[in-house]
Structures are given as structure tokens and as C-alpha cells.
């Protein structure tokens, strides 16, 4: 618990930091990247060389959407660019939807929007590859694991794979994951979004699905590494539940960030495999039971009772022994 307790208080620490650092010193400008951009009314998609976005599975373009999946069970859907990205800084913003006959719980499985170095592959993971190579955001709309109490789904989260770790369907992604937030975005009337922006190694995830038009945080990671020419796509996947999951658009940004020497420096070395620098911090103490948090008041409480009452017996002791030894002095 100790341990939990101090990582999560240094990634806070280091995220504050570098997120006043980045308000104070660095500017952005964003251009729209209609290249590796998926909108209305989707002319950039098909079979063909050159089309910019490709379809796979059960994937179909209508007037209004890419739809992934139909709400039906056993389906897997993707959409594909076909050009790599060789942007350093950049914002990708996602229209989608999700939606389906299933009541709480009894549907699935989710989609996923992906960075990897892979493409077009089908697999277990929302429709995409196993042991991939990139960063891949998840929205899990079903829990697998048994122990969920403390999440509640759907729920967004994020991982980045150098291509030998592995996505644990069981336990919800919870050994790789950088972190998360829960997203009730089905059966909503109203526009559901998702903000993934890539920014001097630091990853941050925001969503807007209450309709408000206002971003809520969802994850803020620094010391990502994620390489240059990776490919845009989403995926999506039903077993024995089911769901329609839609694709709206895919709007990337191209973000020009001002450097100082010092950090152009420390970022001119080339990055050639994803990895995440603090990513032993974050899963410090990840194999170890979890707690709740009302084991975890409970246990600071009386830890702190416990430390307390030591320190007044220890005091009633030495005033004790400082008064007998006064007695034999005099």
C-alpha cells in the first residue's frame, strides 16, 4: 500500500510539473492533416491505391459513419490508413458512437483507436492484432474480470506494446495499462469524443461524452516514446454480446511546438521502439491483491492510531522513568 501510495503521489507530482511547464513556456499551433483525416463524406475510403483509408472485416462505410460492427454477435471491423505519419507532435480527435439493443452489461466488447507499427491485421484485441507495436486506446464497454467493482464500465483506457507484451482479455488490460477513465457513452443522443494528443513525449487523453461541449481529463502520461511513421486506425469487435460501434471521423492535427535548444537536444536522439520511461513506476505494486478504498482508509486510520498510541505510551514511560531517576537522584 505504502508503495501504491508513493507512486501515485510522484506521477502526480511529475504531471503537475510538466503540465505548468508546458503552459508557461511552449506555444502550439494545430493544422488539420486531411490525409490521415476520416470524415463525411468518407471519398478517401475503399480498395483501391488511392484511397487514404482501407476497410477490413465486416467494416462498412454508410452516409453517416464507418460502422465497425453491426449489433450483432461474432463481428470484427476495422478501418485502415494507408499512409504513415511521420509527425513528431500531434492531436487526434474522435467522433464515434456506440450504441446496440443490450442492456447494462449485457453487451460488448468495445472499439479501439490505434498508433502501431502494424496494420490491417485482425486478432483478439477489439478486433486488431495481439502483440503490437504502438499505442492503442482502448473504450472496453464489457468487464471481464470478476473483481470490477471499483471500475465502473464502459471504461477508456490506454496501452503502449513494443510487440511482445501481450493484452490480458481477462483482466480488462489492467497489467498494461497507463492509466484511464470511465466513459458511459452508449445509447447517448448526443455527440461522444475522444482527445488523444502526442506532445514532447507526453501522452493526455480527454473525452467530451456529457454533451457540454467541455473536455474532462482522462489520462496524462509524460515519457512516452512512440516512433514516427506508424499508422491510424480503429477497431472493433462482438462476441456473444453485441453493439454497434461507429466511427464519425478521425481528425488528426499537426501541432508545431516551440522547442528551447536544451530540449531539442534531448529529443533529437531517434525513437525506434514504443516504450513508456516511468512505466516500473506505474505498475509498482500491480501484481499484489488490490484494495479497496475502504481498506485502504482503514488501514491509514489505524496505522496512524496505532503510530499515535505508541507515541503516548512512549511518553508516559520516559515522564515515568525521568521521574523515578529524579527520586533516586535527590
Known amino acids: 500500500m505504502a508503495l501504491k501510495t508513493y507512486r501515485t503521489f510522484v506521477i502526480i507530482l511529475i504531471t503537475t510539473c510538466r503540465s505548468f511547464a508546458d503552459d508557461d513556456n511552449h506555444e502550439m499551433e494545430e493544422f488539420l492533416k486531411r490525409e490521415h483525416s476520416l470524415s463525411k463524406p ?3 475510403v475503399g480498395s483501391s491505391s488511392s484511397s487514404h483509408w482501407e476497410l477490413m472485416g465486416d467494416a462498412m462505410v454508410t ?5 465497425l460492427t453491426t449489433d450483432m454477435q461474432s463481428k470484427q471491423g476495422a478501418v ?13 480527435q474522435v467522433h464515434f458512437k456506440i450504441h446496440g439493443q443490450g442492456k447494462k452489461n449485457l453487451n460488448g466488447d468495445g472499439l479501439a483507436i490505434w498508433y502501431t507499427k502494424e496494420r490491417m491485421q485482425k486478432g483478439p484485441v477489439f478486433g486488431n492484432q495481439d502483440l503490437f507495436t504502438g499505442l492503442g486506446v482502448f473504450v472496453d464497454t464489457y468487464p471481464n474480470e470478476e473483481k470490477h467493482l471499483e471500475r465502473i464500465f ?4 490506454a496501452m503502449v506494446g513494443n510487440g511482445s507484451i501481450s493484452y490480458d482479455h481477462e483482466r480488462d488490460g489492467r497489467p ?38 467541455e473536455w474532462r481529463d482522462c489520462l496524462d502520461i509524460p515519457g512516452v516514446r512512440l516512433p514516427q511513421g506508424y499508422y491510424f486506425g480503429a477497431s472493433a469487435v462482438t462476441g456473444d454480446l453485441s453493439d454497434n460501434h461507429d ?12 522547442r528551447s535548444e536544451t530540449e531539442e537536444k534531448e529529443e533529437e536522439d531517434e525513437i525506434t521502439l514504443p516504450s513508456v520511461d516511468n512505466m ?9 491483491e488490490g484494495w ?3 481498506a485502504m482508509f482503514f488501514t491509514i486510520l489505524f496505522s496512524m492510531l496505532g503510530c499515535f498510541l505508541l507515541i503516548v505510551v512512549g511518553l508516559i514511560v520516559y515522564s515515568h522513568w525521568n521521574e523515578n531517576r529524579r527520586k533516586r537522584f535527590y
Not at 485502415?80 to 487526434?92: G, N, T, V
Not at 516500473?280 to 499484489?288: A, Q, S
Open 292 to 294: 479497496s478504498s475502504i
Open 154 to 157: 464502459p471504461f477508456v483506457l
Open 247 to 258: 466511427v464519425i471521423s478521425l481528425k488528426l492535427y499537426q501541432l508545431t511546438v516551440l
Open 176 to 213: 498494461t495499462e497507463l492509466g484511464g477513465c470511465n466513459a458511459m457513452v452508449r445509447n447517448l443522443n448526443h455527440d461522444t469524443f475522444i482527445f488523444i494528443r502526442y506532445v514532447r513525449r507526453r501522452l493526455t487523453i480527454m473525452i467530451d461524452i456529457d454533451g457540454q461541449h
Open 280 to 288: 516500473d513506476l506505474l505498475k509498482m505494486g500491480e501484481n499484489e
Open 63 to 67: 452516409t453517416e459513419q464507418v460502422r
Open 80 to 92: 485502415w490508413s494507408r499512409i504513415p505519419c511521420h509527425l513528431r507532435d500531434w492531436e487526434l
Open 42 to 44: 468518407y471519398q478517401g
